[in-house]
Structures are given as C-alpha cells and as structure tokens.
C-alpha cells in the first residue's frame, strides 16, 4: 500500500534559519514518483518539484535543495536562509508509475511559520 | 506550464441544497480529472476519478450519489455536492491530467472551491 508520511506537523522558525520537512514514503513499486508542493494561505497548491524513483541525484534550485534517499525511503525538502514567504503548508506526494501521473498520494502536511 | 480553473472560488449554501463546482482545463484537454477534498489543518484526500465520456471511479468511502461528478468535456468536469450538509463544508481542488509525450502526465491543480453549507 502506498503511504506518505509528514512526521512534523507543525514548525516555527525566524526569518534567515535553516529549515528541513521530512518526507517519509512507502510503496511496493519499483518505479514511482515524489513530489513537493507549497500551500499557501490562498489554498492554491503551487508545485515544487517532481522527482523519479531512478534519480537519486540531490536537486538545488536558489534556496530549495531537495535530498532523495531510496535506502530509508526519505525524500526530505530543505529551505536554507528561510523568509517570511515561505511560510506555508508543504506537503510531499507519491505518484506510483502504472498510475501515469495520476492518482497523488499526500502527506499530511508541514505547517511552516517563518517569523521576521 | 498549462492552466486550470475552478468556478465558484467560494460558495455559501443553505442545509439541503445542491452546489456545482467547475473545473475547466484553460489551454489543454483532459481525458482525466482529479476531485479531492480538503478540511482544515488537513491532507488532500482524492475523492474521485473523473474520465472523460465515462464513468467517474470514486474512492472508497465517498459517496458516489452525494457527490455526482460529471465529464462531459475534454476540458471540463463537474462536482455537485447534492442536499448539502454542514459536513460537506470544506475545500474542493480540482487537478487535470495532461497527456505527455514523454512517460510521465503531469497534473495541473485548480485554485480551490471554498463550500460552506450553513
């Protein structure tokens, strides 16, 4: 069974701090798909990042760098020099292959607070 | 990247009755939508497979005659939410899938309804 796993529900840091949310998988397929998307207050989910189970290769992009380990199933997601905009609610998905990009299993979700 | 859209934003309804949502795909067709449902300081559960000329597929748990979905469209598909209850009250996302060349058919998610049934 396919499961996603946010163990940190909530997480309040000042403005500048380096910040990482936990992203925990479980799938019996061998090919499948990770993803990580911000929530704002808006509600409009606004996507991050999409990854493969065959790339394992870190992902950078400005101040998000996403760290992808098959060997304890983690794809966890990292703001370095956090802002205020960032706060948001995050949440990490799983897509299994033989769905074709279809149905997204989420993660309960990451309430982050970026305080000035 | 392609463009969804959701129509109402919000609505407001009283106890009993029906409530249509809206998801349009903008600039690509979609054999296939997704509904999912979200209550506060809650996950996006997906509620329903939404196909295009057929039959939606709906998750375990949800009730297919309470939340009749509709894809008459390539580019349209609609939830209504049939004597509304405060229950029902919560946020409605749409997402439509489109069809890559390559292996992967990427999702694209509406901006969200916002139902509150009084």
């Known amino acids: 069974a396919q499961k996603v796993t946010q163990a940190q529900t909530e997480i309040s840091v000042v403005e500048k701090e380096d910040v990482t949310l936990d992203c925990v998988y479980e799938?019996?397929?061998?090919?499948?798909?990770l993803f990580w998307y911000k929530q704002p207050p808006s509600g409009e989910l606004v996507f991050l990042i999409r990854?493969?189970?065959?790339?394992?290769q870190n992902e950078i992009s400005g101040r998000y760098s996403w760290n992808f380990q098959k060997s304890t199933s983690s794809f966890n997601f990292t703001i370095t020099a956090s802002q205020v905009v960032d706060s948001a609610v995050y949440f990490c998905?799983?897509?299994?292959?033989?769905?074709?990009?279809?149905?997204?299993?989420f993660g309960q979700g990451t309430e982050l607070s970026v305080k000035p | 990247g392609a463009v969804v859209s959701q129509h109402p934003s919000w609505v407001i309804c009283k106890s009993g009755t029906s409530v249509k949502i809206e998801c349009r795909s903008l600039?690509?067709?979609?054999?296939?939508m997704f509904w999912y449902r979200q209550f506060p300081k809650q996950s996006l559960m997906l509620m329903a497979t939404?196909?295009?000329?057929?039959?939606?597929?709906?998750e375990q748990g949800v009730e297919k005659d309470k939340f009749l979905i509709n894809h008459a469209s390539l580019t349209l598909s609609t939830l209504t939410v049939t004597s509304a209850h405060p229950e029902d009250s919560s946020f409605y996302i749409c997402?439509?899938?489109?069809?890559?060349?390559?292996?992967?058919?990427?999702?694209?998610f509406g901006p969200g309804t916002r139902l509150t049934v009084l």
């Open positions: 997402s439509a899938l489109s069809r890559g060349q390559g292996r992967y058919n990427e999702q694209f």
């Open positions: 998905a799983l897509s299994e292959a033989n769905n074709q990009g279809g149905k997204l299993i």
């Open positions: 799938t019996r397929d061998t090919t499948y798909y």
């Open positions: 600039d690509f067709q979609a054999t296939t």
């Open positions: 990854r493969n189970s065959f790339d394992e």
């Open positions: 939404s196909n295009e000329g057929s039959k939606a597929t709906y």
